[in-house]
Structure formats: C-alpha cells, structure tokens
C-alpha cells in the first residue's frame, strides 16, 4: 500500500512538472501544453508497466493481482493532468 501511494504522488509530481514545462514553452509553442500532456501520459504508462512488471517478476504476484494495482497507479495521475487540463489550461 505505502509503495503504491509512493508511485502515485510520484506520478502526480511528474505530472506537474510536464504541465510546467508544457506551460513555460506555450508561448514559443501553441500547442505545448497538449504535447505536454501527452508526453507525460506516454512516460507515466511505461513508469507503471515497468511497476506492474517488477512486482510479477520480483515480488512474485500475479498478473491478475498487480493489474488493479496498475490501473490506480497509471489512471490517477493521468486523470488528473487530463482535468487539469481541462479546466485551467
């Protein structure tokens, strides 16, 4: 439980550092926000792949038990920056 809260608030201050920088290039770059957004989304899914992976290949639990695992660990923060997004970008 610690380790996955540990992932999300990991992934939520990576998110904020893609929407920072998305935000500091969006006056060269009009589209730097979304770009940012994507990027962070594409990185977060391997970060929590490569969690869900070590926990089936090195702690020894299932597919079927660290695939709801995965699922909070990359759908929180990406929902997140999506809302973010949304509402003040």
């Known amino acids: 439980m610690v380790r996955t809260a ?32 994507w990027a962070f989304a594409a990185v977060w899914l391997v970060v929590a792949a490569l969690n869900m992976w070590l926990g089936v290949t090195k702690a020894g639990y299932s597919v079927a038990e660290e695939l709801p695992i995965f699922v909070v660990v990359f759908i929180v923060p990406a929902a997140a920056a999506l809302l973010i997004k949304w509402r003040f970008l």
Do not use: P
């Open 6 to 37: 540990s992932f999300i608030v990991a992934g939520l201050l990576l998110m904020g550092s893609f929407l920072l920088i998305g935000r500091l290039f969006s006056t060269q770059f009009a589209e730097a926000s979304r770009v940012s957004l």
